[in-house]
């Protein structure tokens, strides 16, 4: 957990870095800064996706899961999140169990992180390559995207750390090497072009 805060906060100072920039007019170098955010983004986001699919795995063979609370909406700022979190709700009165809940809570974080980011690449990258036909709404777009991720973020420790309360104290160590070991996702990235563009 302490490298998603370090990626985490390496990557919040990259994108505030961005805006500042752009604001006082310095485009080219916003548009620089800004391919560090997303390559932060993107290291996070796998990373958290990676941590939920080991959980699962290893949830399958776990006799009691701890209780989880659903998503909630109102934590949540952009309409991927809320969508999300709003289906996370209702299912988690209609699901019975904690077992139930924890997976399917599981299966809703990495996929909200997953299209968060790919929004966030999406975004950024039209930014950068001058593609944006609204720049201030493509920025506000990171920003709030941004915000979700945190709290994804967020969430992901809490199951993550309602694991191990649960877990037996001589399995804690085969977890951490499972979560250090799980394999690197490998995504493709355009090289950015700098256009001049309006950003």
């Known amino acids: 957990m302490q490298q998603w ?63 989880v609370e659903p998503l909630h909406t109102r934590f949540f700022r952009g309409d991927t999140a809320q969508s999300a979190a709003s289906w996370n709700e209702i299912l988690h009165h209609v699901l019975f169990g904690n077992r139930l809940r924890f997976f399917h809570k599981l299966r809703i974080l990495a996929g909200t992180v997953r299209k968060l980011n790919d929004q966030f690449s999406e975004a950024a990258g039209d930014i950068r390559e001058g593609l944006s036909t609204k720049p201030s709404q493509s920025w506000g777009t990171l920003d709030s995207l941004h915000y979700d991720l945190n709290t994804c973020l967020r969430e992901s420790e809490i199951v993550l750390k309602s694991y191990l309360r649960a877990l037996p104290s001589d399995h804690v160590s085969a977890l951490a090497e499972a979560l250090d070991a799980a394999p690197a996702l490998k995504r493709v990235r355009p090289e950015p072009t700098l256009s001049r563009a309006p950003a």
Do not use: K, N, W
Request: hydrophobic share 50%; with cysteine.
């Open 5 to 67: 805060e370090c990626t985490y906060a390496m990557m919040s100072v990259s994108l505030d870095e961005a805006i500042a920039l752009r604001i006082g007019g310095q485009l080219v170098c916003a548009r620089q800064q800004l391919s560090i955010a997303a390559d932060l983004f993107d290291r996070l986001a796998g990373a958290l996706m990676r941590a939920c699919d080991v959980l699962a795995h290893r949830a399958e063979r776990a006799r009691d899961l701890p209780a």
